[in-house]
Structures are given as structure tokens and as C-alpha cells.
Antibody
Framework: VQLVESGGGLVQPGRSLKLSCAASGFTFSDYYMAWVRQAPKKGLEWVATISSSGSTTYYPDSVRGRFTISRDSAKRGLYLQMNSLTSEDTATYYC???????????WGQGVMVTVSS | DIQMTQSPASLSASLGETVSIECLTSEGISNDLAWYQQKSGKSPQLLIYTTSRLQDGVPSRFSGSGSGTRYSLKISGMQPEDEADYFCQQSYKYPLTFGSGTKLEIK
């Protein structure tokens, strides 16, 4: 299993950014996928989950209405569109696969997003 | 939302010592509790899921137990490579929530 994120960087407050994750080594269309973030020197925060078919999504209140998770099974890609970014969104964002229960059994290496003027 | 209270925040252990980390949940989670290890500068890795099941490749010195609202991770015989941050996570319902983490260091 390999998960490789891309698309991070420095972005101004109020702007948008889209993260991508390339998945390989497993049957992508069989698994729920998710994004988890970690602010510098802080703990882990779940950001979004998408069902295996892509028909159902879940978000915490902190990002609902601003972030959108999506997937493309043909490209084996997972995405996170982030709008109206604030400094509170500064973090390393991890692409993850959901395991047997809604835990996270595989993680990418992470991509840094910095929101600053 | 289910609140996760993890303790201690930090812990120092000698090589070979047995250590325990606790996670309390604000409501019952039917054993849907996972533990993660994050070494410095690395991504988290799943250690244990559904309270006590070891992820493939995880050494048997790691074990998990608990029920209801009280869960724990035990390392039986601290090794140098166990120095890391550890997080619990409830996998019972959305929104998914994590404990605040335990920093485990070698004494």
C-alpha cells in the first residue's frame, strides 16, 4: 500500500488549495478513504472521509462547508478541496485509508499546508 | 462528539520497563478504539484496532485492553525504538476523534 500526497504549499488567508493523493498497492475502489491533519507540534484531527463509492462524505464541524473530499477510482486518486482557508488550517495533511472499522490503517507521508499572508 | 481523555501527556521509561497509557471516552464506544504510534518526523502508524487486535507486523510486546469508556495500551518491555508519540482514536462513530497524545521517552 502506498499513498502519496501532493499539492501543499503556502497560501494566503481566504484563498483555496486542492490536495491530491495517489493510491497504489490495493484495490482503491474497495476502501473508504480519509484525510487527517496535524498542526505543528499538535495532535491529530480527522478532516474528512469518503465512502468507497464516493457517494457519501463525512466532515467535522471545523471544516464542513469549506472543505470537499472527492475521489476518482479510474485515476486511483483522492482529493481535498480546501476553501476559505484560515491560519487554523495550517497543518500537515495526511491521506489515509480506513481499515476494518473506521480507524486509519495506512498513512501517506503527509503534505504541509501553511496559511499565512 | 465523543471526547477522548488520554493520559499521561508524557512518560519516561527505562529499557525493559512495562508502560501503560490510558484513554477515557466520554461515552461507551463498544471497543471501537485504535492506537497509533508516531515517531519523530514520521507519519502515524496503526498499532492496535478494536481495542486489542494487533496490526500486522506490530511486535507482541504491544497489547491493548479495555471496555466501555476506559481503554489502555501496554508496552511490555520498553525498547529504544518505542520512543514515540502515541494517540488513541475512537472508531465508533463520526465525528472521529483522537486523544491528545502521550510522549514516551527513554529514561
Amino acid at each position: 500500500v502506498q499513498l502519496v500526497e501532493s499539492g501543499g504549499g503556502l497560501v494566503q488567508p481566504g484563498r483555496s488549495l486542492k490536495l491530491s493523493c495517489a493510491a497504489s498497492g490495493f484495490t482503491f475502489s474497495d476502501y473508504y478513504m480519509a484525510w487527517v491533519r496535524q498542526a505543528p507540534k499538535k495532535g491529530l484531527e480527522w478532516v474528512a472521509t469518503i465512502s468507497s463509492s464516493g457517494s457519501t462524505t463525512y466532515y467535522p464541524d471545523s471544516v464542513r462547508g469549506r472543505f470537499t473530499i472527492s475521489r476518482d477510482s479510474a485515476k486511483r486518486g483522492l482529493y481535498l478541496q480546501m476553501n476559505s482557508l484560515t491560519s487554523e488550517d495550517t497543518a500537515t495533511y495526511y491521506c489515509t485509508r480506513h481499515g476494518l472499522r473506521i480507524d486509519f490503517d495506512y498513512w501517506g507521508q503527509g503534505v504541509m499546508v501553511t496559511v499565512s499572508s | 462528539d465523543i471526547q477522548m481523555t488520554q493520559s499521561p501527556a508524557s512518560l519516561s521509561a527505562s529499557l525493559g520497563e512495562t508502560v501503560s497509557i490510558e484513554c477515557l471516552t466520554s461515552e461507551g464506544i463498544s471497543n471501537d478504539l485504535a492506537w497509533y504510534q508516531q515517531k519523530s518526523g514520521k507519519s502515524p502508524q496503526l498499532l492496535i484496532y478494536t481495542t486489542s487486535r494487533l496490526q500486522d507486523g506490530v511486535p507482541s510486546r504491544f497489547s491493548g485492553s479495555g471496555s466501555g469508556t476506559r481503554y489502555s495500551l501496554k508496552i511490555s518491555g520498553m525498547q529504544p525504538e518505542d520512543e514515540a508519540d502515541y494517540f488513541c482514536q475512537q472508531s465508533y462513530k463520526y465525528p472521529l476523534t483522537f486523544g491528545s497524545g502521550t510522549k514516551l521517552e527513554i529514561k
